[in-house]
């Protein structure tokens, strides 16, 4: 049998419970078995299970764990809807992030399906638009090449132009 100091892991039993409840929540089911929130050893899917908003103002479910009827505005995207009023979430999720710039926690809004409305498509002058601002950023200022690649902005020449400048230079 493994041995894990104090604090640092979860009781087989609260590992059951709180597996038991994703699979229940995911499924809708009524009655699944509440999380304990209070339990000591600060687990993320336990410190951001908060149904009620208490502790952060809006409900908040850890990722994977959001109710059946809520989504993100990525979700909404791939389905071809958004948020009538982006600033009017009915919940999020929360989890932990390995990424530098995020501080530790990473969250994402939820909003129900009934507040939303169809994305508006882009007109074909909007799409010629846009194509030519993406030619725009992939054309070098000095050759006057399209590149097939954005130009990075900390050069703001193609990357051809950029070591015949380093060679000249030095």
């Keep these: 049998m493994r041995r ?16 038991n409840t994703a699979t229940h ?9 509440p999380i304990p929130v209070d339990t000591p050893g600060g687990h993320p899917v336990i410190r951001f299970l908060d149904p009620g908003g208490t502790r952060y103002g809006i409900p908040t479910w850890p990722w ?8 993100t505005r990525s979700q909404l995207r ?13 919940g999020q999720l929360m989890w932990r992030s390995h990424r530098g710039d995020a501080g530790g926690i990473r969250t994402a809004l939820l909003y129900p ?26 054309t070098c200022p000095d050759c ?25 230079v030095a």
């Design 4 to 19: 894990t100091a104090p604090g640092h892991a979860l009781s087989a039993q609260l590992r059951t419970s709180i597996r």
């Design 25 to 33: 929540t995911e499924r809708g089911a009524a009655g699944a078995s």
């Design 64 to 71: 994977g764990m959001a109710p059946s009827g809520l989504y």
């Design 78 to 90: 791939e389905i071809g809807f958004r948020p009538v009023s982006p600033g009017d979430p009915v």
């Design 113 to 138: 399906i009934i507040q939303t409305v169809q994305r508006a498509t882009a007109t074909p002058r909007q799409m010629a638009a846009l194509d030519r601002a993406h030619a725009a950023r992939k």
């Design 144 to 168: 006057r090449e399209n590149v097939g690649y954005t130009i990075p902005a900390h050069l703001g020449i193609c990357l051809d132009c950029a070591s015949l400048y380093a060679k000249r």
